[in-house]
């Protein structure tokens, strides 16, 4: 199978960004437009994920482990056989989220313990061409988190949001990584205005001409 158009070979793109963003969203419409192959974060399958906004201290090894596990496998498992069939990918995640969580979550052994695990997997992954971080005040987040409505985050502490955004902030800084690009989506509603939705389609185009030969 040919490479998609305008590419010299398939692109693997990852949306991030803290919860509640909009990085399905955006990952959805990416797709479509683009024709690209859509790869989304099974979230609700963590047995844990509901006992750990109840009791983090409790819960947080587990539910840690449970993600990284969960997402290695499905980015293994899709990723690499769709782009070698000549697909290009867009992910609403990258695995190197997994560590922003653990590191505000896991201290000690259990931190050790992680971290060797996610460095042994990590680098059996291939990695994003280019990673499209969405960051958003948290005002706006906390109102995406309440309309979706589900059960789990109900008990998300909005302190726990800011120190993830600050985290966020911290690791995918654009400014000391050339695969990251950032998207300020305050005020922005892709979901429903059309016009955003291409003003940030058309800032993610010019970021792949510029990190890929555009044919």
């Known amino acids: 199978m040919a490479p998609d158009a305008g590419f010299q070979r398939p692109v693997y793109l990852a949306v991030e960004g803290v919860i509640g963003v909009g990085k399905t969203s955006l990952t959805q419409r990416l797709a479509r437009h683009m024709q690209w192959h859509a790869l989304y974060e099974p979230v609700t399958e963590n ?17 840690q482990i449970f993600f990284l596990v969960t997402r290695y496998r499905q980015l293994a498992r899709q990723v690499q056989p769709l782009l070698q069939q000549g697909r290009s990918v867009v992910a609403d995640y990258a695995l190197l989220k997994d560590p922003i969580f653990a590191r505000l979550n896991l201290q000690g052994d259990e931190w050790d313990v992680y971290w060797d ?29 309440a309309r979706r409505g589900r059960d789990f985050e109900r008990n998300i502490d909005p302190n726990y949001l800011a120190r993830l955004a600050q ?24 979901v429903h205005r059309e016009q955003d939705l291409h003003h940030l389609i058309q800032a993610i185009q010019e970021a792949l001409r510029r990190r890929l030969l555009w044919v």
């Open 117 to 145: 695990l996610y460095t042994a997997l990590a680098e059996r992954l291939p990695q994003p061409d280019l990673i499209i971080y969405l960051r958003a005040p948290l005002s706006q987040i906390l109102d995406h988190i």
């Open 167 to 190: 985290e966020y902030d911290r690791i995918l800084n654009p400014a000391h990584r050339d695969d990251v690009l950032l998207l300020d989506t305050t005020g922005l509603d892709f």
């Open 47 to 63: 047995p844990f994920l509901a006992r750990f906004y109840q009791d983090p201290e409790r819960y947080a090894f587990p539910t």
